[in-house]
């Protein structure tokens, strides 16, 4: 395998750092509410992206994506409501919601000229997928298609269509991410009976 092209893969610490501190300032913002999953998410993307390149930028994207659509629904019923909210909230989410669109906006930069780069590289065969890997998409497939299951149930009582976008965006991502992982198994086993 291409060492350079495995190097490629790792987001720049600036990215690694900023999604860090966007998840724990979004934790802070978002803390009495109990929605932790989309910034541990970010936190432990941004941590294990060096070690696990490909699970890490996942978790990075899907965390971002998902703490994106959570903080935008937050900043709509906080900050134009007559009603008071306390310094400290709008303090939080104003923070979280500036790190956020700067993340987005890191990431995608950092898409931009990822794409451009392996386009201008020849073609390498891909990395087979680990068993841990397998596991872990599976265990999130299961979890995140539950919550999808009984997502209408939840939500049709409450009238809240935002929660219900909360765990489509959840579904899209997730999806997305076994997509990619079964496209990358299936691109290894061409590339190996090609070989024989």
Do not use: N
């Amino acid at each position: 395998m291409d060492i350079h092209m495995e190097r490629t893969d790792v987001f720049p610490w600036r990215i690694r750092w900023l999604a860090i501190a966007t998840g724990f300032a979004a934790a802070l913002a978002l803390f009495p509410a109990l929605l932790l999953l989309d910034p541990a998410l970010l936190i432990a993307g941004g941590i294990i992206q060096p070690r696990f390149p490909s699970a890490g930028k996942w978790l990075v994207w899907a965390g971002t994506a998902g703490l994106s659509v959570v903080l935008i629904t937050y900043d709509v019923l906080i900050f134009p409501g007559p009603l008071p909210h306390p310094y400290y909230m709008r303090l939080t989410f104003s923070t979280s919601t500036i790190l956020i669109a700067w993340c987005c906006v890191e990431l995608v930069v950092d898409g931009v000229k990822r794409t451009r780069a392996w386009r201008s590289m020849p073609p390498v065969e891909p990395r087979p997928v680990s068993r841990s890997l397998w596991i872990f998409a599976a265990v999130l497939t299961l979890v995140i298609g539950w919550g999808a299951v009984q997502a209408p149930s939840g939500y049709r009582h409450s009238g809240s269509l935002s929660m219900l976008a909360m765990s489509l965006v959840d579904v899209v991502i997730v999806a997305a991410s076994d997509i990619s992982l079964i496209r990358r198994f299936l691109a290894l086993r061409r590339t190996r009976r090609a070989d024989l």
